[in-house]
């Protein structure tokens, strides 16, 4: 055989498995799931479940979807992140697809729902379940009409999702917000059919079992979505500030402060790595802790560096939990402002009050005795503590120091520790000394 016939060979064998290779390579199904809130931790999830289908080469990715709705901004995120993507999507509706999930189901290019499924119900509300004001309905309205243009889909039908006063004949009344069962979706065009489970879609889609890889949720995914929770946040904010309290009134760097370095860490953190928390919110929390503790330490009396100090601590918290492009809150709505600025105060406050009511007996359980000295000095075994200072009482002297309200004065040229019972005074103030109990001074200032 000659050399020509021996390459032909190779080149027509080249030819027909290359391509073959390739679509293997090419032809991965990526399934993952979208249960419980719309939020935070499914945003994330969903960014991770596309960045891993795109690197494994994936052609089509499923979405098996199980949720009652959740956060509006989030829902948005992940619905542009599936209109972006190249690769085929297909949602499985596994019984609801309510609110936010709708409004993510319309952005696939196929649905396909369980027997008894349901979609739609897509009007904005709050909390506790009130319909927000018609500027939030409207933004809803053109994402929907939208979403569904995009994909080839009646917007019409997305809009009563939404809108109770649009009217569908022989569908849904006026004034009724539109609900699809999956018969009336498959009618009306937005279900391609009903399926009992993923297996099936990749039946109807003709694509091969052996080609699907699941996503796989970590541990660290999971703690994630445990930090970032309202609750959990709220707890972490009660430590940050219980801890710089409790720090304040004892001298030194102790366990205090690293309770609230590590609750603000667990705080910060995870609402990082969600893009929640940008550089700036960190920084400005972090400002406002300098200019506290400048309030304290440095500059005499309270006044607007510790004012500022309170309302930056606050604006940082706050802002770390809400979805933001620098104050612009379009997205977001100020509704979900407001209820993270009233999580910060309330955390806050509780700290206060549960740091004065119960510092002293939660100082003497076991577990913090362990983590103080307890050896005592005592005077039979030849401790003193100081010197008295004898026969300075009712004498004259000034303030060496700030008092606050304890501090060093001087009296005849000599310094003593001493404790100011006005409460504050500024270094140089006069002073004189009216009582001396043991090895404590107590003055007052001169008027």
């Keep these: ?21 390739l679509w293997s390579q090419s032809s991965k199904v990526y399934v993952f799931d979208l249960h419980d809130e719309i939020g935070p931790p499914s ?71 369980k027997p008894g499924a349901s979609i739609g119900a897509a009007s904005v509300v709050d909390t506790k379940g ?16 939208a979403t569904a243009e995009a994909k080839g889909r009646d917007p019409i039908i997305a809009e009563a999702f939404v809108d109770p006063d649009v009217e569908i004949k022989d569908v849904n009344p006026k004034g009724k917000v539109l609900t699809l069962t999956s018969k009336e979706a498959i009618k009306i065009g937005y279900c391609e059919a009903e399926v009992g489970n993923v297996e099936q879609i990749f039946a109807a889609e003709g694509l091969d079992l052996k080609s699907r890889v699941d996503h796989q949720v970590t541990t660290i995914d999971r703690i994630i979505a445990f930090l970032i929770s309202p609750a959990v946040s709220g707890f972490l904010i009660l430590l940050i500030i219980g801890g ?42 972090l400002i406002g802790i300098v200019l506290l503790l400048l309030e ?13 100090g309170i309302i930056f601590i606050v604006g940082g918290l706050a802002l770390s939990m809400v979805l933001n492009d620098f104050f612009d809150f379009n997205v977001t709505g100020s509704e979900q402002l407001t209820t993270a600025v009233i999580i910060v105060l309330f955390a806050m406050v ?19 005795r362990r983590l103080v000295l307890e050896d005592e000095q005592r005077s039979d075994q030849g401790y003193v503590s100081g010197i008295q200072s004898a026969g300075i009482l009712g004498k004259e002297g000034f303030a060496k120091t700030d008092m606050r309200p304890s501090g060093k004065i001087e009296i005849d040229g ?7 019972l006005d409460g504050y005074l500024e ?21």
């Design 43 to 113: 945003w994330r999830q969903t960014k991770k479940a596309f960045d891993q289908a795109r690197l494994i080469g994936a052609s089509t990715v499923i979405i098996r979807m199980n949720t009652f709705g959740g956060m509006v901004e989030y829902a948005d995120s992940i619905r542009s992140t599936i209109l972006n993507s190249r690769m085929k999507t297909i949602v499985f509706i596994d019984n609801n697809a309510a609110s936010a999930g709708a409004l993510i189901s319309i952005a696939c290019d196929k649905i396909y729902m």
């Design 244 to 285: 710089i309290y409790f720090e304040m009134q004892t001298p030194g760097i102790g366990f205090a402060l690293l309770v609230s370095v590590v609750a603000a860490a667990l705080f910060f953190a995870p609402l990082y790595l969600e893009g929640l928390a940008a550089h700036w919110e960190i920084g400005l929390f």
């Design 427 to 447: 270094k140089g103030t006069p002073v004189y000394v009216e009582k001396h109990e043991n090895y404590n001074v107590f003055v007052r200032k001169m008027i």
């Design 296 to 308: 304290v330490f440095v500059i005499p009396g309270f006044g607007v560096a510790g004012i500022l």
């Design 350 to 368: 509780a700290s206060i009050v549960i740091s004065v009511l119960l510092g002293k007996s939660i100082m003497k359980t076991p577990v913090f």
């Design 130 to 145: 009130t319909v927000l004001p018609e500027k939030y309905q409207s933004y809803m309205r053109g994402l929907m009409r």
């Design 1 to 21: 055989m000659n050399r020509s016939a021996v390459l032909g060979i190779i080149l027509l064998t080249f030819t027909l498995f290359f391509p073959v290779c």
């Design 414 to 420: 000599v310094w003593y520790d001493a404790v100011a």
